[in-house]
């Protein structure tokens, strides 16, 4: 997992990377907030983000805004970093559109539970997108099933795109994850085989 550490104190952000790195994070550091924006707008950017409050150029503040008001391609989790403890600016924080908010002094126990908890997050989000892909997929190869087919009268082939005619289940099969087991209904079973069955069975009865 990729981390950004935005942090303009040279000792805390030092402090950060160390422990981010030591269990086994990728951590890229910067020193503003400019560089912090530059890195998390990058296609293969970090997700989660740990941003100090105030720093210069743009503040941790105003990273969290715009990156929520930002069209994103995918989830991010950002944890902003302050020595401001007061429940007003928690408050501020979070509605500003941080995830997470660890004032300073930090706790090194706190921040990795805090990490962790942005990670298992960032999964959940992630798999859940992967599967809003999954059923938009499925639901694109269902509307190619709907509409009008033409279907001929007398043998039940259909045309397909291509303007070929094909059995039915062939061209469900190309259309569908749809798989065929052949079997015969009761009316067929009257009408087809058992006249069939009978007359080998009369055959075998003669002398």
């Known amino acids: 997992m990729k981390i950004l550490v935005a942090e303009d104190q040279s000792v805390s952000r030092h402090i950060l990377v160390a422990n981010?790195?030591?269990?086994?994070?990728?951590?890229?550091?910067?020193?503003?907030?400019?560089?912090?924006?530059?890195?998390?707008?990058?296609?293969?950017?970090?997700?989660?983000?740990?941003?100090?409050?105030?720093?210069?150029?743009?503040?941790?503040?105003?990273?969290?805004?715009?990156?929520?008001?930002?069209?994103?391609?995918?989830?991010?989790?950002?944890?902003?970093?302050?020595?401001?403890?007061?429940?007003?600016?928690?408050?501020?924080?979070?509605?500003?559109?941080?995830?997470?908010?660890?004032?300073?002094?930090?706790?090194?126990?706190?921040?990795?539970?805090?990490?962790?908890?942005?990670?298992?997050?960032?999964?959940?989000?992630?798999?859940?997108a992967q599967r809003v892909r999954e059923l938009e997929d499925a639901l694109s190869r269902v509307k190619t099933l709907q509409g009008l087919l033409p279907i001929c009268?007398?043998?039940k082939k259909i045309r397909n795109d291509r303007n070929y005619w094909q059995q039915v289940e062939g061209y469900l099969s190309d259309h569908s994850e749809i798989q065929f087991s052949h079997g015969i209904c009761p009316d067929c079973y009257g009408r087809y085989v058992q006249p069939e069955l009978d007359l080998l069975q009369g055959r075998r009865n003669r002398p």
């Open 20 to 128: 981010l790195s030591k269990w086994g994070y990728e951590v890229t550091a910067v020193e503003d907030g400019t560089q912090a924006w530059e890195a998390l707008c990058t296609a293969e950017g970090p997700q989660l983000a740990i941003l100090d409050w105030l720093m210069p150029g743009m503040d941790g503040i105003e990273i969290c805004r715009q990156m929520r008001q930002s069209p994103q391609t995918r989830p991010s989790y950002l944890i902003l970093l302050t020595a401001r403890k007061g429940q007003e600016d928690k408050i501020l924080g979070l509605q500003s559109g941080a995830d997470d908010y660890i004032t300073k002094p930090f706790d090194r126990g706190e921040l990795r539970a805090r990490v962790q908890v942005g990670i298992r997050v960032l999964e959940l989000q992630g798999a859940l």
């Open 153 to 155: 009268s007398y043998c």
